[in-house]
């Protein structure tokens, strides 16, 4: 049997997006807690209370952890701790907030990570977050026109 040893390098990720939604707050915070988007293609599910989980639902019993919900203040604050998308070393905080303003809401996502971080997921992870937060606009600002 031989031992392989590698160094690996701890790595910290900082990403803050926010993005103005013409809908009001509790539809907003209502449509981030379902999921739009990407997310249904994921087939993602969150379960909306404190420790309640974040994750990719691939049936019988099987799929990733994304997180728990550690904070949960509808209509303003969510926040989820896990690996997030990561299947190795790493720990994230990701905090949505909402504030109602004359526009609608602002929604602005900050998740900072540390650890074992993949270069693809560095590169990719904001445009993923992008996504994310385009799909909640154009299903907030839907419900909120019927």
């Given at each position: 049997?031989?031992?392989v040893?590698?160094?690996?390098e701890?790595?910290?990720l900082?990403?803050?997006?926010?993005?103005?939604?013409?809908?009001?707050?509790?539809?907003v915070f209502?449509?981030l807690?379902?999921?739009?988007?990407?997310?249904?293609?994921?087939?993602?599910?969150?379960?909306?209370?404190?420790?309640g989980?974040?994750?990719?639902d691939?049936?019988?019993?099987?799929?990733?952890?994304?997180?728990?919900?550690?904070?949960?203040?509808?209509?303003?604050?969510?926040?989820?701790?896990?690996?997030?998308?990561?299947?190795?070393?790493?720990?994230?905080?990701?905090?949505?907030?909402?504030?109602?303003?004359?526009?609608?809401?602002?929604?602005?996502?900050?998740?900072r990570?540390?650890?074992?971080?993949?270069?693809?997921?560095?590169?990719?992870?904001?445009?993923?977050?992008?996504?994310?937060l385009?799909?909640?606009?154009?299903?907030?600002?839907k419900k909120?026109?019927?």
């Amino acid at each position: 049997m031989s031992v392989v040893e590698t160094e690996a390098e701890v790595r910290t990720l900082h990403v803050n997006k926010e993005i103005q939604i013409a809908a009001p707050i509790e539809v907003v915070f209502e449509t981030l807690l379902s999921p739009t988007g990407i997310q249904v293609d994921l087939n993602l599910k969150l379960e909306a209370w404190p420790g309640g989980r974040w994750f990719r639902d691939l049936g019988n019993n099987t799929g990733h952890l994304w997180g728990h919900v550690q904070v949960i203040k509808p209509p303003k604050l969510l926040e989820i701790t896990g690996p997030m998308m990561m299947s190795y070393p790493v720990s994230s905080h990701v905090q949505y907030r909402l504030v109602e303003n004359a526009g609608g809401t602002l929604l602005s996502v900050l998740h900072r990570a540390m650890g074992l971080l993949e270069k693809e997921h560095m590169e990719g992870v904001h445009k993923g977050w992008l996504n994310i937060l385009e799909s909640v606009r154009d299903a907030s600002q839907k419900k909120a026109s019927r």
